[in-house]
T-cell receptor, first 112, second 113 residues
Framework: DAGITQSPRHKVTETGTPVTLRCHQT?????MYWYRQDPGHGLRLIHY???????DKGEVSDGYSVSRSKTEDFLLTLESATSSQTSVYFC???????????FGPGTRLTVL | QQQVKQSPQSLIVQKGGISIINCAYENTAFDYFPWYQQFPGKGPALLIA?????SEKKEGRFTISFNKSAKQFSLHIMDSQPGDSATYFCAASIRGATNKLIFGTGTLLAVQP
């Protein structure tokens, strides 16, 4: 998976609890992305980063925040998880914004 | 103008048949069209990509056909096999620009033995 790891791979949590997902890359790519994938919706971009401390919103950013303190790490935080955030979350990386994206293995999050 | 419309949403093909997935776009500035393949429980992975300076690109049993005038591109899987059963995403972007890669909504392909 192009030197991309995600942790945890599976998580079950309760409504209202904070959750942080981690994406780690060893490719030194500038751009990193968080997507969620739900049946019938394909891949929807949550947030992306174009450098350390530089992030921007995607199409479904409400309820999510991100941080990137190092080139290799991109964190996705659900401040107060809701059942609608039950999904599979994918991290991706790319050299340029319009370049091929390489995806991590995904994190399956269940919010009860 | 930034959308990429993908069809069909799902597809069932018999082993040995041809699978065809279509994508259409509006932004004529798009100049990079990759296809991704995603197996259950895995992340999407780049399968094949094309630039609009060619009308067709073939890699093994997978072919991208590109129709610039119609603003459409398609993925053809020849001699489809059960191992090809996966979700396929098309995408488009403008290389070197400040626009992100735009994904289609995906096609779930099932190849029956």
């Amino acid at each position: 998976d192009a030197g991309i790891t995600q942790s945890p791979r599976h998580k079950v949590t309760e409504t209202g609890t904070p959750v942080t997902l981690r994406c780690h890359q060893t490719e030194n790519h500038r751009y990193m992305y968080w997507y969620r994938q739900d049946p019938g919706h394909g891949l929807r971009l949550i947030h992306y980063s174009y450098g350390v401390k530089d992030t921007d919103k995607g199409e479904v950013s409400d309820g999510y925040s991100v941080s990137r303190s190092k080139t290799e790490d991109f964190l996705l935080t659900l401040e107060s998880a809701t059942s609608s955030q039950t999904s599979v979350y994918f991290c991706a990386i790319s050299e340029g914004l319009a370049d091929t994206q390489y995806f991590g293995p995904g994190t399956r999050l269940t919010v009860l | 103008q930034q959308q990429v419309k993908q069809s069909p949403q799902s597809l069932i093909v018999q082993k040995g048949g041809i699978s065809i997935i279509n994508c259409a776009y509006e932004n004529t500035a798009f100049d990079y069209f990759p296809w991704y393949q995603q197996f259950p429980g895995k992340g999407p992975a780049l399968l094949i990509a094309i630039r609009p300076d060619v009308s067709e690109k073939k890699e093994g049993r997978f072919t991208i056909s590109f129709n610039k005038s119609a603003k459409q591109f398609s993925l053809h899987i020849m001699d489809s096999q059960p191992g090809d059963s996966a979700t396929y995403f098309c995408a488009a972007s403008i290389r070197g620009a400040t626009n992100k890669l735009i994904f289609g909504t995906g096609t779930l392909l099932a190849v029956q033995p």
